[in-house]
């Protein structure tokens, strides 16, 4: 059991050793040390489909933001807070991705694109989001009041930033990938965001309509895994042939099975 | 970088040696400085950290903040970016300075450089995060002087960065948001009370305030200000001046505790309540208090830390103003979370349940039954069966003073007529109470009067309802006493002056004769020759 242990340990370290090296999640920080390595060219294929709700959309909490004036002011009835988000039988803020079957040992370049995540009437837009190792991440401030963004991971290094106005904008990466990367406001308690980090970048969140689509995977059989921050995850088997489109539709239900 | 190939290596002779190299390999793993820092670890540190550094040792239930968890390498103190490891020196500065305001003693007296860098070395080996490059310290200029200018410019930031969101108006961890505040292992955790300097966990110089701005601290929720900086919402020199600020809401100053509280006579009518301005000219008077950690439940978690006694008499009355921090008038809906969450981590230490409605808030101060110059101290902890203390017990809620007696903590029995009148006051995180009673109450057969000039022994507990505190769950402070000062008489101005005089009046006779004896002896000399 101890040699495991310390042969595990050092497997870790090793794994960290490279990991780290951009070790600040710091903004300026290279877009991912992927960047070094050839990478691999993506596909023209894809797997796209939708998210639906079966049975009665549950009934989100209510946040009573009578201590934030300026966030309070932002809403005409009482704000939710949208752990669930379901219109039309569509479920919303569904993280869907490749899970495996990608060939071993390639690597991808991080899009160019930044991931947003926004703070609008004192809640986070998106509420779930996924992510690429060195991808960009952009914190935007639209309410003109203190937030600070604080981000729980365990593999990659934490952050908590102040961002007092509205307007201001702060950059940061992640190194390693992560299942889940808790994000919260401690001014305001009720927010929270959960951010996916991943390895590569076949990966997108479901819209208000349910629907997603996963660019650039090269032809191949790959498990696709939609996860929920609170109902669960479904996993399904796509082939994805040429540069075709495969399709992946998935159901959760408010009892998750 | 060690590989699993070497890995291998070590498992064979494992086999073929056994523990001793096993040892061996362990110490050539960890590196001579961190096996030695082992020893040291196990030594002092594992009961409240851990044996493997989670934090989790046999007393850490009994601590709040925990002891931090040195597997996840997230750390509060450091000279470094928000989320970047901290800097040796970091690291070496807290086991050397401790952390003021939680229960990790400074390690300087009792572990030479040496073993606290040794110690150092092996607390880092238990994150595989310090195995990166090294963490460099964030670049920050030399505070500014301190003015009353820069003071006033730091207020504002403190507006407009919002501060006082979570440490309130008056930055005595009363903000909006201090009830919902909990740590990365959703513990709950108080804004810093900024108007007790001497609790700063990271230092209360003007650099060290200034640099947990920059840096925030990890794994609470207090953020960084440096992206702020770079955004130029704020600038370099207004978070200086923000330090300043935050430094000008304490005293200058670490509280010096007096055994003694000294009532002077006041210059006119003693103070009509607790927010008269007589009382700004009465010296203050620290007296610390701890949890209330011997009779069961025992509270580790208490939320006061001490109270501020101001008294004066008018040779008729004596009026004393107690006055402490407290974040919430309790009991206040927005800290029914914070309960929630005290509830949960305090989980029920002797097995008696923390009751889930918030309580009042208390105050109880307690005398000796008979005051005399060698009265014998009751028990601190409310007298006992045989030697009761003579009682004040305060509650907020209803705002309500008793008098009587106690035989043991909570064991309180009213008695006697009202003879204390109570004006009390909840501003902006803070309870101020005062306290007026005639020297020689109405009923002198069961309470004692206080005298002039005889030390009153005193002694105070205090509970914060909001934090699931009550009649035993609280705050404890040692016998302190409270001497009214006695008039002077004026033979007291005279007396000295007429000493003095007489003093310079027989110098100046002994120089003179002693002056006259020098020339008499040189002129015998002279003729002499």
């Known amino acids: ?257 | 970088m060690i590989s699993c190939a070497r890995g291998g290596d070590t498992r064979r002779v494992f086999g073929a040696l056994g523990a001793a190299v096993a040892l061996g390999a362990l110490a050539s793993s960890l590196g001579a400085q961190a096996t030695r820092g082992k020893a040291v670890y196990d030594k002092w540190c594992a009961e409240c950290h851990g044996n493997t550094g989670a934090g989790d040792g046999s007393a850490a239930e009994y601590m709040l903040p925990r002891p931090r968890d040195f597997t996840k390498g997230v750390y509060q103190i450091r000279t470094t970016a928000s989320g970047e490891l901290p800097t040796d020196a970091d690291l070496l500065h807290v086991v050397t300075e401790g952390m003021p305001g939680s229960a990790m003693p400074d390690w300087k007296t009792r572990l030479n450089e040496t073993e606290r860098a040794d110690v150092v070395a092996y607390i880092k080996g238990m994150s595989s995060f310090f195995s990166g490059a090294a963490p460099t310290a964030i670049a920050a200029g030399k505070a500014p002087a301190m003015s009353a200018e820069a003071v006033a410019q730091g207020r504002v930031a403190f507006e407009k960065l919002e501060c006082f969101k979570c440490h309130g108006q008056q930055g005595r961890g009363d903000g909006a948001s201090a009830p919902t505040l909990k740590d990365d292992d959703g513990h709950p955790i108080k804004a810093a009370n900024l108007a007790e300097h001497w609790k700063f966990n990271g230092g209360a110089t003007i650099e060290q305030i200034y640099t947990r701005l920059r840096t925030g601290l990890d794994g609470t929720p207090m953020p960084s200000f440096s992206d702020a900086m770079e955004s130029k919402v704020v600038t370099d020199e207004q978070l200086w001046q923000l330090a300043q600020y935050v430094r000008s809401l304490s005293p200058e100053k670490d509280p010096e505790v007096r055994e003694v509280v000294r009532a002077a006579l006041a210059k006119g009518a003693l103070p009509v309540g607790p927010s008269d301005s007589a009382w700004s000219q009465a010296d203050r008077f620290w007296i610390p208090l701890v949890g209330q950690i011997v009779v069961k439940p025992r509270w580790f978690a208490p939320s006061i830390d001490g109270v501020w006694v101001q008294a004066l008499h008018d040779g008729k009355q004596l009026s004393m103003r107690v006055s402490w921090d407290d974040p919430s008038r309790s009991p206040d809906a927005p800290w029914n979370e914070w309960l929630g969450r005290i509830r949960k981590t305090v989980t029920a230490i002797d097995s008696i349940p923390i009751d889930s409605a918030q309580g009042p808030d208390r105050l109880t101060i307690q005398f000796p039954t008979r005051i005399t110059d060698d009265a014998e101290r009751p028990y601190f902890l409310g007298g006992d069966a045989r030697h009761p203390v003579y009682a004040w017990r305060w509650r907020s809620t209803p705002d309500e003073l008793q008098e009587g007696r106690l035989t043991g903590l909570g064991k309180f029995k009213a008695a006697g007529a009202a003879e204390v009148a109570h004006v009390a006051v909840f501003d902006q995180g803070q309870w101020r109470l005062q306290l007026t009673r005639a020297l020689v109450p109405r009923d002198t057969s069961t309470v004692p009067a206080f005298s002039l000039g005889t030390p009153i022994p005193i002694a105070f507990f205090a509970a914060d309802g909001s934090n699931g505190e009550d009649d035993l769950r609280g705050a404890v402070g040692a016998w302190y006493a409270i001497y009214l000062d006695v008039p002077t008489p004026p033979r007291v101005y005279i007396a000295p002056a007429a000493t003095m005089l007489l003093t310079a009046g027989l110098g100046v006779l002994v120089v003179a004769r002693a002056q006259r004896r020098e020339r008499n002896s040189r002129r015998a000399t002279k003729e002499e020759s």
């Open chain 1, 1 to 257: 059991m101890k040699r495991l242990l310390i042969c595990g340990l050092f497997f870790a370290v090793a794994a960290c050793g490279g990991k780290t090296e951009g070790g600040d999640a710091a903004a300026g920080a290279p877009a991912g040390d992927a960047s070094a390595a050839p990478t691999t060219a993506l596909g023209g294929g894809s797997v796209t489909g939708h998210v639906k709700f079966d049975g009665a959309a549950p009934t989100n909490p209510t946040i009573d933001m009578a201590g934030e004036a300026v966030c309070q002011g932002k809403y005409t009835s009482a704000p939710l807070d949208p752990v669930i988000m379901v219109a039309n039988g569509m479920l919303g803020n569904v993280v869907v991705y490749v899970k495996s079957g990608l060939p071993a040992g390639q690597t991808y370049a991080v899009p160019n694109d930044a991931v947003e995540i926004d703070q609008q009437g004192c809640l986070y837009h998106p509420r779930a989001l996924a992510i690429m190792v060195g991808q960009k991440l952009i914190i935007k401030n639209n309410d003109a009041v203190l937030h600070n963004i604080k981000a729980v991971p365990t593999k990659n290094r934490p952050f908590n930033i102040s961002q007092p106005t509205a307007g201001m904008t702060t950059t940061r990466t992640f190194t390693t990938a992560e299942d889940d990367v808790p994000v919260e406001c401690n001014v305001h308690g009720w927010m929270h965001s959960n951010i996916m980090v991943l390895p590569h970048p076949f990966f997108a969140v479901s819209a208000a309509d349910g629907s997603f689509s996963i660019k650039g995977l090269p032809a191949g059989t790959y498990e696709i895994e939609a996860r929920h921050t609170k109902l669960g995850s479904k996993l399904m088997t796509v082939t994805v042939a040429g540069d075709a489109a495969a399709t992946a539709d998935f159901a959760f239900s408010a009892s998750g099975a």
